[in-house]
């Protein structure tokens, strides 16, 4: 296969995950669960991707911070929540070698950097202990609970999907 074929489908694999990651937070959004205290982004559950492909990286990243935008969150929201994507994603590729590992890095590193950005920057009572077991919480679900799910429905279809030279 050229390598314009194999950067043609990592291209369109960061964009599809993307655009899945963007529409699942405004399906979480229209119930309330996209952002706050309490969020359970539906979306999240994409972040076991890098456990597949190392497009989910960009792929993520960017439906986080198109999401972020759409939803109207406050700059520091945006930039700060990105970055706790990209973290996420960049961990869980290191550790894809491990199904169950693979969906850690987004819960440590959204409970960790959500927190700040709930109390500074909306202002939301509650303190920080709070919102990390909260978002904390919310992260389980998506990540461990979806996203394990999500990864044990795709892990027969590995190859097929993912694979770059099975790309016609």
């Known amino acids: 296969m050229s390598k314009i074929s194999k ?4 291209i369109t694999q960061a964009a599809l995950i993307a655009a899945l990651y963007t529409v699942l937070t405004m399906v979480a959004a229209g119930f309330d669960l996209a952002s706050g205290a309490i ?13 597949f492909t190392p497009a989910a990286i960009p792929g993520l990243t960017l ?4 999401s972020n935008i759409l939803t109207g969150c406050v700059l ?4 700060f929540g990105t970055l706790a994507t990209l973290l996420g994603a960049l961990g869980s590729c290191a ?4 199904r169950f590992l ?9 409970a960790l950097i959500i927190p700040f950005v709930l109390t500074y920057a909306y202002h939301i009572p509650g303190g920080i202990p709070f919102f990390m077991l909260t978002v904390g919480l ?14 044990q429905v795709l892990l027969p279809f590995r190859g097929r999907l993912f694979n770059p030279d099975n790309i016609a």
């Open 7 to 10: 950067k043609t489908a990592y």
């Open 39 to 51: 969020q359970v982004r539906f979306s999240e559950a994409l972040t076991i991707m890098p456990f």
């Open 63 to 66: 439906g986080c911070l198109l």
């Open 76 to 79: 520091p929201d945006v930039i």
């Open 95 to 98: 550790l894809r070698k491990n």
């Open 102 to 110: 693979c969906a850690i890095p987004p819960i440590v590193s959204n």
């Open 138 to 151: 919310g992260e389980l679900i998506s990540c461990m609970g979806l996203g394990q799910l999500l990864l």
